[in-house]
């Protein structure tokens, strides 16, 4: 009861905060564009002036978008939506609302109207519902992290994808899902898997979830009709929230269409091409890429100096690397190790401390004292900004390969060619050198799978803290 009540509260200071931003939105276009109108522009003449021939629209106007938001779930605390992807939501509700009082002026023949002002209010609106949005996700996921209305949560499963799943959830405190353990038939506790705590089987989660007061049930397993039958019902009379991580995610896209065939509800898998249809990518990385290679020019230039006078060698260093459809480029980097480092290879190769045929060692002897500052900020890879210009590469995709570590047998790393090769990436947001070559191996392919323009700048905003950090680099 006092969590509805709670809820509903929420539900009202979001909507009124909607409403007043919304106003202020309208206002401040009216007072900018005060001289094209018929009235004098005050706050409360907005919505009451009867001098105001257009104070009916402004209040449908508003409206609409609350009813809108509303539709679209805005006014709920979804902690695991993604912040760009609310924004897009508030994007589309305020179009969708411009639309229907576009369509309003021409029904009611409301004449008179500036265009001016309706377009500045838009523009208004959608960066300062935005705005407060994010303002509002800081601020809740802050609370969230010091315990403020944390639950508790089950895993059931404690494979791959289970594991995957918990350590993702950890990274993720804002949540505020406690993870307290998992179920499992097969796994019993491992001293060398700290991370994984096996409370029970499958058929203990009613005295498991009454016992640790969970909240929240996790399914990563499938091989089990029945049990998973009866796990639904049990968590169904207990009141627990039941979320099931389908088959095979990381092979589909990131949107599923749910819909039913009678009364039969269907999850249909996006299609795999969506990667092929990612209008405006290229644009996107010219643009930015553009400004950010103004912006750089100074520091290039000093770092160039800097190199020159700490080891001999050139500035640069060019990597021959596979780029898209298996073509072969030169992948620029500041140099960061001695002149003849290619040379002393071979006598290292053994050391490599990371799995797969990526080579990574923490003390390598070939870094020079500048170019171990430039690894752990990654300051190494900022003039493949040329790279992105060129077409050679783009700003976010599947790291580049050198090509003697591409085995081409794997299927996996030939998957990762059918798309440009990015600066950053997930396996830079998650852990940089620190992750295990599968795993980025398999965030590769979900990041083709699932790529969307919102995936792309979130992925550049979460790179600059964990660089500024300079946490897993070497």
């Not at 705005?131 to 499963?157: D, P, S």
């Not at 700290?194 to 990563?220: L, M, N």
């Not at 898209?324 to 290292?348: C, N």
Request: proline residues 4%; contains cysteine; aromatic residues 12%.
């Amino acid at each position: 009861m006092i969590r509805k009540q709670n809820s509903f509260l929420i539900k009202f200071i979001y909507i009124l905060i909607d409403v007043v931003v919304g106003y202020f939105c309208i206002f401040a276009a009216c007072f900018i564009r005060e001289g094209t109108l018929p009235f004098d522009v005050t706050i409360p003449g907005i919505f009451f002036d009867q001098a105001n021939p257009f104070r009916f629209v402004f209040v449908a106007w508003l409206l609409s978008i609350i009813v809108l938001n509303n539709s679209y779930g805005l006014y709920r605390t979804r902690r695991e939506v993604l912040e760009s992807i609310e924004v897009w939501v508030v994007f589309k509700s305020i179009c969708l609302a411009s639309l229907v009082v576009v369509v309003g002026f021409y029904i009611l023949k409301i004449h008179g109207f500036p265009r001016t002002v309706f377009g500045i209010a838009i523009l208004l609106m959608i960066f300062s519902l935005s705005v407060w949005r994010i303002f509002k996700r800081q601020f809740v996921e802050y609370l969230v992290a010091r315990g403020y209305n944390n639950v508790n949560a089950v895993i059931v499963g404690a494979g791959k994808v289970g594991t995957t799943l918990a350590a993702e959830i950890r990274k993720k405190p804002g949540l505020g899902i406690r993870i307290v353990g998992f179920l499992d038939d097969f796994k019993e506790n491992d001293p060398q898997h700290k991370g994984i705590k096996i409370i029970g089987k499958v058929s203990d989660f009613v005295s498991v979830a009454r016992r640790e007061f969970v909240h929240k049930v996790f399914i990563t397993i499938h091989n089990d009709n029945e049990a998973f039958t009866r796990l639904l019902e049990e968590a169904r009379d207990l009141g627990i929230l039941v979320r099931v991580i389908p088959q095979g995610f990381e092979l589909t896209s990131c949107e599923f269409f749910k819909y039913n065939i009678g009364f039969i509800p269907v999850l249909e898998y996006s299609d795999t091409q969506n990667f092929r249809r990612q209008a405006g990518k290229r644009l996107f990385d010219i643009c930015l890429g553009l400004v950010i290679l103004a912006c750089l020019i100074p520091f290039f230039i000093v770092m160039g100096i800097i190199i020159k006078l700490d080891s001999r060698g050139p500035v640069f260093y060019k990597s021959r690397r596979y780029g898209r459809r298996g073509q072969i480029f030169r992948m620029l980097k500041f140099r960061s190790m001695v002149h003849d480092a290619e040379k002393l290879y071979p006598e290292l190769k053994h050391k490599s401390e990371v799995d797969g045929p990526i080579f990574k060692m923490k003390n390598d002897p070939r870094i020079t004292r500048v170019g171990r500052f430039l690894r752990r900020y990654s300051l190494d890879e900022l003039p493949q900004i040329i790279n992105v210009l060129k077409g050679e590469m783009s700003l976010v995709g599947p790291r580049p390969l050198p090509i003697d570590q591409i085995e081409k047998e794997d299927l996996r790393q030939l998957t990762r060619l059918e798309v440009r090769p990015g600066i950053t990436g997930l396996w830079q947001i998650r852990g940089r050198s620190d992750i295990a070559f599968g795993r980025l191996l398999r965030w590769d392919i979900w990041y083709i799978n699932n790529w969307s323009l919102w995936l792309d700048i979130n992925i550049i905003l979460q790179t600059i803290p964990v660089v500024l950090h300079g946490k897993g680099a070497y």
